[in-house]
């Protein structure tokens, strides 16, 4: 009898919704859009993308410059 090396559990639904989000973004309908609302996006999927929802969020919440890393490195004197 041949034992499974795939891994099951928390790691394994994980690296599946990796893959239905790549897949979703291979769409083409989603990729003919010009511009897309990535708050949207996350909120109307934030079903099918469980786990990678809060990282999304906090991506698309980072700070658009440096300025503000760079405030924080000079007011603890780094």
Same mark, same amino acid.
Do not use: A, I, R, S
């Given at each position: 009898m041949e034992q499974s090396t795939v891994p099951v559990g928390p790691v394994d639904s994980n690296h599946c919704e990796l893959e239905k989000y790549v897949a979703e973004l291979e769409d083409p309908s989603l990729r003919q859009r010009s511009e897309v609302n990535q708050l949207l996006f996350w &909120? %109307?999927?934030q079903a099918v993308f469980r786990t990678l &929802?809060?990282?999304a969020e906090d991506l698309l919440a980072a700070p658009a410059s440096q300025a503000? +890393? %760079?405030s924080i490195f000079l007011f +603890?004197?780094?």
């Open positions: &909120k %109307e999927h &929802k809060p990282v503000y +890393v %760079e +603890v004197g780094l």
